[in-house]
């Protein structure tokens, strides 16, 4: 079992800055791939990016990508997101995921409870 919780969201405007972190529980977090999905009101959940275990690789959403950077720290049980350049249509709810198996939009063995980030314009 792996618990994940999701802190650092709020409040920005356009062009500013957070960071996303997502810490978990359990002594096996290094084993399992990150993700970083979000959902927007009335939207279906959009994969924003994750990175493998190891941290060697990454990938982002072509929405995201050059703006966002996903890192991890496995002597902290914690992944991170990094969002630059923030705009209007990033805002909704971040939710961080872990999967044993594989990275990508379908990833998805264990779910935190997500963080609203809402940027105005």
């Known amino acids: 079992q792996v618990q994940l919780v999701e802190s650092g969201g709020g409040l920005v405007q356009a062009g500013g800055s957070l960071r996303l972190s997502c810490a978990a529980s359990g002594r096996t977090f290094s084993s399992y791939a990150m993700g970083w999905f979000r959902q927007a009101p009335g939207k279906e959940r959009e994969f924003v990016g994750g990175i493998s275990w190891s941290g060697g690789n990454s990938y982002y959403a072509d929405s995201v990508k050059g703006r966002f950077t996903i890192s991890r720290d496995n002597a902290k049980n914690t992944v991170y997101l990094q969002m630059n350049s923030l705009k209007p249509e990033d805002t909704a709810v971040y939710y961080c995921?872990?999967?044993?198996?594989?990275?990508?939009?379908?990833?998805?063995?264990?779910w935190g409870q997500g963080t609203q980030v809402t940027v105005s314009s």
């Open positions: 995921a872990a999967d044993i198996m594989g990275l990508g939009p379908e990833m998805g063995d264990y």
